[in-house]
Nanobody, 127 residues
Framework: QVQLVESGGGLVQPGGSLRLSCAASGFTLDYYAIGWFRQAPGKEREGVSCISSSDGYTSYADSVKGRFTISRDNAKNTVYLQMNSLKPEDTAVYYC????????????????????WGQGTQVTVSS
C-alpha cells in the first residue's frame, strides 16, 4: 500500500525556518518524482516544488524561489522541503504527493498530475 506521511510543520515567526519531511512506504521513492503542494483556507491547492527521480531536476513556484529547497534521501525513502525566510503568506497545509511512474517535473506543477497524497502538515507563520 502506497503511503506518504508529512511531518515537520508548526508555528514559526516571520523570517524563521522549518524543514518538512515526506516519508514514503509501500513503494521505492527512487523511481518517483515527488511534489510539494500547499493549500491555504479559501484558496486552491497550489504547487510549491517538485523533484524528479531520474536526474534530480527541481522546480519551484515563483513565490518560493530562493527561499525553499527540495531534496531527497533515497536511502531513507524521504523527500524534504527546507523553508527559509518564511512569510505570513506561506501559512497553509502542506502536502507531498507522488505522480505516476515516468513523470518528469515541469516548471509549474499541478495537483491533477499527482495521484498519491499524504495527509498534510500545518505550517503557520505568525508573530
Amino acid at each position: 500500500q502506497v503511503q506518504l506521511v508529512e511531518s515537520g510543520g508548526g508555528l514559526v515567526q516571520p523570517g524563521g525556518s522549518l524543514r518538512l519531511s515526506c516519508a514514503a512506504s509501500g513503494f521505492t521513492l527512487d523511481y518517483y518524482a515527488i511534489g510539494w503542494f500547499r493549500q491555504a483556507p479559501g484558496k486552491e491547492r497550489e504547487g510549491v516544488s517538485c523533484i524528479s527521480s531520474s536526474d534530480g531536476y527541481t522546480s519551484y513556484a515563483d513565490s518560493v524561489k530562493g527561499r525553499f529547497t527540495i531534496s531527497r534521501d533515497n536511502a531513507k525513502n524521504t523527500v524534504y522541503l527546507q523553508m527559509n525566510s518564511l512569510k505570513p503568506e506561506d501559512t497553509a497545509v502542506y502536502y507531498c504527493a507522488a505522480p505516476p511512474l515516468g513523470y518528469y517535473c515541469s516548471d509549474y506543477v499541478t495537483a491533477a498530475d499527482f495521484d498519491s497524497w499524504g495527509q498534510g502538515t500545518q505550517v503557520t507563520v505568525s508573530s
